[in-house]
């Protein structure tokens, strides 16, 4: 019975995931999936969460503490001395039990530190969530404009192959009518076959760029699912021309990224350590409160009870541990130092990403301007060279060189589409666009 609702509700996760599966997918949509499915951002969230313990546990030294102790104790009535009372008996067992509140009030700096670095964890999880965020979002954008220029090129190598069988069918039926040799129609044969891999490779960088899209919107696909994986994307690679300004999107990089904001956070908290190592040269000083029971010292009747009410406050200094603390001290120094030149070489580091992509975006944006007009261009030559070829002043070579420019004119466009695409997602990224 087990077994069966097992397979039941497994039966409902696939029809689901199907469902979910052949739902045009658009951009917007496939960001939702993965902020909602992504095991890289589950693991961050579920990072959080653990951060969010750290800094319970830190503020702890500044809340009060309840404390409820007990004992009992049974001694050798021989090892006990006592003045000899006739008809009084020597108790021998003994017992205690309280019930104390405990405040500290000084901790040589260590309280206020406390809150402060709560608050510090708090912000570096975020940020460094965020940082995942960021990145998981810029893979997903990515993965699915590779799955859009696969889908283009698939299109492209597929008109290849049809215009290079039209060419074949016509030289075959020309070779019918006794118009042109055998050689024309081997020729022709030729190029269709080393059209077909070229298209067989776009068809397996489709199938393989929609399981990548899939593995990061956290898809756990279902077995009747083969390696093609219905995904319908609704958006294109076209995008609207965008400006960008390389000394601006170095300054929005430096005040946006959260990668440098949680090493802020960073070095801050290295500053803190540093002051809770110091603290172990400082006394420390509580206060406490509480009621307490014990058995009477005066009865060997274990019933019969003391009990009333302690107040007090201790203080505990160590004059001398052995450099303990001054090895803690240099130990967080060095720390804190560590971290700030972490800080500055990040900086440097995004620095760099900015200006690699912002001169990718260039590149990108100049290709894709180029390629307006090839595409065009191309199609006019392979007309002319066919009508060349049908007047008898153009050779099958001519046609079959603009039915070869075309394609690779086609394929440079759809790949320029798609790196212009990318390029700015970088570009974006790399600046701290949320």
């Known amino acids: 019975m087990l077994a069966m609702m097992n397979q039941h509700s497994q039966a409902e996760t696939n029809q689901i995931t199907l469902t979910t599966l052949t739902t045009p997918l658009s951009l917007e949509r496939a960001f939702n999936l993965a902020l909602q499915q992504n095991r890289a951002i589950l693991k961050s969230r579920a990072e959080v969460e653990s951060s969010h313990g750290v800094v319970i546990q830190t503020r702890a030294v500044v809340i009060p503490k309840v404390q409820a102790t007990g004992n009992y104790t049974d ?3 021989k090892s006990i001395e006592s ?11 003994s017992w205690n039990t309280g019930l104390q509140l405990v405040q500290s009030f000084y901790e040589g700096g260590r309280m206020s530190s406390a809150l402060r670095t709560a608050k510090l964890t708090r912000e570096q999880s975020l940020l460094q969530h965020q940082t995942v965020l960021a990145d998981t979002l810029l893979a997903v954008r990515v993965a699915y404009y590779d799955v859009l220029v696969a889908a283009q090129q698939i299109i492209v190598r597929e008109a290849s192959v049809n215009l290079l069988g039209k060419e074949q069918d016509d030289q075959q039926r020309r070779l019918d009518a006794g118009t042109v ?11 269709v076959a080393n059209a077909k891999p070229a298209l067989i490779r776009a068809r397996n960088a489709h199938r393989v760029a929609k399981n990548n899209l899939a593995n990061l919107l956290g898809f756990d696909l279902p077995r009747e699912v083969g390696e093609d994986i219905p995904l319908q994307l609704t958006d294109t690679l076209e995008l609207p021309p965008v400006q960008f300004e390389l000394s601006a999107a170095i300054g929005q990089a430096l005040a946006n990224r959260t990668e440098i904001a949680a090493l802020r956070k960073a070095e801050l908290l290295r500053k803190e350590d540093i002051v809770n190592a110091r603290s172990g040269m400082l006394p420390s000083v509580q206060g406490f409160a509480g009621w307490g029971w ?20 201790q203080m505990s200094w160590n004059i001398f541990d052995g450099n303990l603390t001054r090895g803690k001290i240099v130990q967080a120094k060095a720390q804190q130092e560590k971290a700030r030149i972490e800080l500055d070489d990040s900086a440097s580091k995004i620095e760099l990403e900015v200006r690699t992509a912002y001169s990718e975006f260039v590149g990108a944006r100049e290709v894709l301007e180029s390629q307006k007009k090839v595409q065009e261009q191309a199609d006019e030559a392979l007309r002319l060279a066919k009508a060349r070829a049908d007047a008898g002043t153009a050779t099958q070579l001519d046609v079959l060189n603009a039915e070869t420019a075309l394609t690779e004119a086609r394929t440079t466009q759809v790949q320029a589409q ?9 570009l974006e990224r790399s600046i701290g666009k949320p």
């Open 75 to 77: 001694y050798d009535p």
């Open 83 to 93: 003045f000899p009372v006739p008809g009084v008996g020597t108790p021998h067992q």
């Open 181 to 191: 040799p055998r050689f024309n129609v081997l020729r022709a044969e030729v190029a």
């Open 294 to 313: 014990r058995n009477s010292s005066f009865t060997t009747d274990l019933a019969r009870e003391v009990d009333g009410w302690q107040v007090g406050a």
């Open 418 to 426: 798609r790196d212009y695409a990318v390029a700015v997602s970088k």
